[in-house]
């Protein structure tokens, strides 16, 4: 017997304003929120993403599956919103590009969250400035570059996984968004969806 398809991941570049999204999301229907750093932080007992970077991929990548589908596994009737990333960008310049393909048969859809590299330097800086989380500030040609190949990655894994990929712009009308994540999670509804 094949799993439930109960996990949408939310995907995004950093400071794409994933996280309000899913949490928000989460906040409104009975989803439960699941943030895949802090599934790793929590486990390993850091504070801070960049912290993870002293463990080797691919110990983050067997820990992060094995904790995730035994919560998913043993809550086959709940539905779950994964934030996490299509890509990992380190802070010294590397990627890793693998996404677990053990998760494809949990997934229902993969939705990226596209926003404005001025949207997102914003974003990044209030955050910086406020002390929620830090950032390194990257130009608008950087996160460009980062978004179209997080972008064109979680296409990939859509079609690797056979479910769909949507995607949404988050460039300042949040309320427009949230309902468009709502009436799909809610309603089943991809209607204000873009998808390709």
């Known amino acids: 017997m094949s799993p439930e398809r109960n996990l949408d991941c939310i995907v995004g570049v950093g400071g794409s304003g994933k996280t309000s999204l899913s949490r928000a999301v989460a906040e409104s229907t009975n989803a439960e929120?699941?943030?895949a750093s802090g599934i790793l932080k929590k486990y390993y007992n850091v504070p801070r993403s960049v912290d993870l970077e002293k463990f080797s991929q691919e110990e983050l990548n067997l820990k992060f599956i094995e904790l995730l589908l035994d919560l998913v596994d043993e809550n086959p009737d709940?539905?779950?919103?994964?934030?996490t990333h299509a890509i990992v960008f380190r802070d010294d310049g590397t990627t890793d590009e693998t996404f677990p393909s053990e998760l494809y048969p949990y997934m229902k859809a993969i939705i990226d969250v596209i926003s404005d590299p001025q949207d997102i330097s914003r974003r990044v800086t209030a955050d910086n400035n406020n002390g929620v989380r830090?950032?390194?500030?990257?130009?608008?040609e950087q996160l460009l570059q980062r978004i179209n190949k997080s972008s064109q990655r979680a296409i990939e894994i859509?079609?690797?996984g056979n479910f769909p990929y949507y995607?949404?712009?988050n460039n300042r009308d949040l309320n427009l968004v949230?309902?468009?994540?709502?009436?799909?999670y809610v309603n089943g509804s991809d209607r204000l969806l873009k998808r390709k």
Do not use: H, N, Q, V
């Open 78 to 83: 709940k539905r779950f919103l994964l934030d």
């Open 158 to 160: 859509g079609r690797e």
């Open 134 to 140: 830090e950032r390194k500030l990257l130009s608008p």
């Open 167 to 169: 995607w949404l712009e």
């Open 178 to 184: 949230l309902t468009a994540l709502l009436e799909y």
């Open 33 to 35: 929120y699941i943030s």
